[in-house]
């Protein structure tokens, strides 16, 4: 059974790859932020934006009809799965964080893996990506920055004219967008600042940062008042060190998921070149590898934000 199953996951990998390739559009190129695609009361809506509301969607709708209404007693498979992952996180995040944070923080923790794991997989997906509308540019001046070109036959005198090509996906993987890995690192940042304060307070957060942490009993006086300016120093680098968190959640999983599309397109390029039995198994391994770091990267950032609130809060009950 395992074999099958196995062998059943291959198969359905493999017409994904089939359908990806056959979509692939000339002039796509993997873009840093999302591509814009339309207005909503004056504000720009780009591509990622458009995904995110696209599964975010289907994430709350496939919870409801994996779980109903309400939790039943008698749970059944869709229920039981849920738990399964629910339990085995909670496991991992309590002993971090103290039980009252931990409380009051799992629903968004929760929040933080499903939607990053989701969106990181969202890429993997027939039609992400490779589904959307070509863009001509056919001035005279320099074209725009994205746009590639391509010859086309020219006017009646049979000059070739240059034309430049922008494909713009309607759907693309919402953590290959840095604006995307940025709103999340500011909501894990502004979420870290509002449970340190709530769960272990102002005080606690000011003595661990800048606090002189020697025993006045074990070493001399004059050492010890010599190093509050040392923990005075340390402490200045570690106020720089937690703002830097918002660059390394940020770029962490931005870049994880952006080279992976850059990878898997040129993968897809270099599969085009060769015949159609075997340009299917090119990719393979690099979608299953994308599989794994998908579930790495939602999982480590979910864990870093908990053992960044659970650095102060942990003490609560001590």
């Not at 939790?71 to 799965?81: E, F, N, S």
């Not at 920055?145 to 430049?164: D, I, K, W």
């Not at 600042?193 to 102002?202: D, H, N, T």
């Not at 000011?206 to 004059?222: I, M, Q, R, S, Y």
Request: a negative charge; one cysteine or more.
């Amino acid at each position: 059974m395992f074999v099958i199953g196995n062998f059943r996951f291959l198969k359905t990998c493999a017409i994904a790859f089939a359908t990806q390739a056959a979509f692939a559009t000339e002039g796509f190129c993997a873009e840093v932020k999302g591509e814009r695609l339309f207005d909503v009361l004056g504000f720009p809506v780009t591509n990622s934006m458009f995904t995110t509301w696209v599964f975010a969607a289907a994430i709350i709708l496939g919870f409801r009809l994996m779980i109903g209404r309400e939790a039943k007693l008698v749970p059944g498979r869709g229920q039981m799965a849920v738990e399964a992952v629910i339990s085995s996180l909670s496991g991992i995040f309590e002993p971090l964080m103290g039980k009252k944070a931990f409380r009051a923080a799992f629903p968004l923790l929760l929040g933080f893996f499903f939607f990053i794991l989701i969106m990181n997989w969202s890429g993997l997906l027939p039609g992400v990506g490779s589904i959307g509308e070509e863009i001509v540019y056919t001035g005279q001046e320099t074209p725009p920055e994205g746009f590639f070109p391509r010859e086309t036959s020219g006017s009646a005198a049979g000059a070739a004219a240059a034309e430049f090509v922008k494909f713009v996906p309607f759907l693309r993987a919402a953590n290959s967008d840095l604006n995307t890995t940025l709103a999340l690192a500011m909501i894990s940042f502004g979420a870290w600042i509002y449970f340190v304060l709530k769960y272990a307070g102002l005080k606690v957060f000011l003595h661990d940062t800048f606090g002189n942490k020697a025993d006045p009993k074990e070493v001399a006086l004059p050492i010890y008042f010599s190093l509050f300016a040392v923990f005075f120093a340390v402490g200045c680098i570690d106020i720089i060190s937690i703002i830097m968190r918002l660059l390394s959640l940020s770029f962490r999983l931005f870049g994880n998921v952006f080279g992976g599309e850059v990878l898997l397109e040129n993968m897809h390029s270099l599969a085009a070149e060769l015949p159609s039995w075997i340009s299917w198994v090119i990719p393979l391994p690099f979608y299953l590898l994308e599989i794994l770091i998908g579930l790495i990267q939602a999982f480590l950032f979910t864990l870093l934000t908990a053992v960044y609130i659970g650095l102060l809060t942990n003490h609560e009950e001590e």
